[in-house]
Structures are given as C-alpha cells and as structure tokens.
C-alpha cells in the first residue's frame, strides 16, 4: 500500500477535519502506542499502519478495507 493510499483510506474512514489530528495525536496500542505519524516516521510500512488500525478502529474503518 502506497502512503497516499493510507492517508485516503483515514481521510475517508475518520473525516478530513479530524483525520490529520487522529493520526498525530492518537496512540495505538498495535502501532506499539505510537501514533500514525509516529509509527510512519520510525520505519513502518504503510499497510502495517493500515492493518493495526484496522484492528483497534473496526467500526470506524469497515468500509475502506
């Protein structure tokens, strides 16, 4: 999965106003308690980033996997 392909799939799934905050400020337990734009900047992959949250948001992004 390509960055930009995960940044729609968020976009989409939580809403463009709130998005760019859920991705700097929400920690995932999955992501190792870091958050999107911490995970991305120590070196996961895009679709690990996608996955994880898959699995701590599945009401949230059940539409976009």
């Known amino acids: 999965m390509r960055l930009s392909d995960l ?3 968020i976009n989409l799934s939580f809403g463009e106003q ?3 905050s859920f991705c700097k400020d ?3 337990s999955e992501l ?3 958050s999107v734009d ?3 900047k120590d ?3 895009a679709d690990e980033v996608w996955k994880a949250l898959c699995k701590s948001h599945p009401k949230e992004t059940e539409k976009y996997r």
Do not use: K, M, Q, V
Request: proline share 6%.
């Open 7 to 9: 940044r729609e799939r």
């Open 18 to 20: 709130w998005a760019p």
């Open 26 to 28: 929400i920690a995932i």
């Open 32 to 34: 190792g308690s870091r």
């Open 38 to 40: 911490e995970a991305l």
């Open 43 to 45: 070196g996961y992959e």
